[in-house]
């Protein structure tokens, strides 16, 4: 029985999607349409195209168009998230480098010793020269980092 209202649900689509539409007026001026062709007779022809394809006029979407249209708008919309996130966490550790240097720099330029640790783990404060170029440095760093 499925078999049987299939079949003729096909083949009403099938006759429907063949069908052409004519429109004209006749000769009290009075529009008429139908799906036969006019008479001879006639005053304005006009041949209605029931298919969009052939009618200029753009189809209308199919399913699978419209979910290849979601998925692609849902795509885009995920990596314009993505990509805000990636420049908000750039921003925020660009941020927290600014902060370093400048505790960094205020330390330096204090005058208080600073210690630091060699290759085998032993602590030795900074000399002079050592402080100088660490200042150069941090100051490099707070242009780079803080705009």
């Known amino acids: ?52 394809s052939t009618a200029g006029v753009a189809a209308p979407k199919t399913a699978a168009d419209r979910e290849l249209e979601f998925r692609k708008r849902q795509k885009e919309s995920q990596e314009g998230a993505d990509k805000a996130k990636a420049e908000a966490a750039a921003t925020t550790e660009k941020q927290e480098n600014c902060v370093r240097a400048r505790r960094y720099l205020t330390t330096l330029e204090s005058g208080e010793r600073v210690s630091l640790r060699d290759d085998k783990g032993e602590r030795y404060f900074m000399d002079d020269a050592q402080r100088e170029q660490e200042t150069a440095k941090a100051k490099q760093e707070l242009q780079a980092n803080c705009k």
């Open 1 to 52: 029985m499925k078999h049987i209202a299939l079949a003729v649900a096909v083949l009403l689509v099938a006759t429907v999607a063949n069908a052409e539409i004519y429109q004209w007026k006749d000769k009290n001026g009075k529009t008429i349409i139908s799906d036969k062709p006019p008479a001879e007779n006639v005053v304005v022809q006009k041949k209605v195209v029931s298919d969009p």
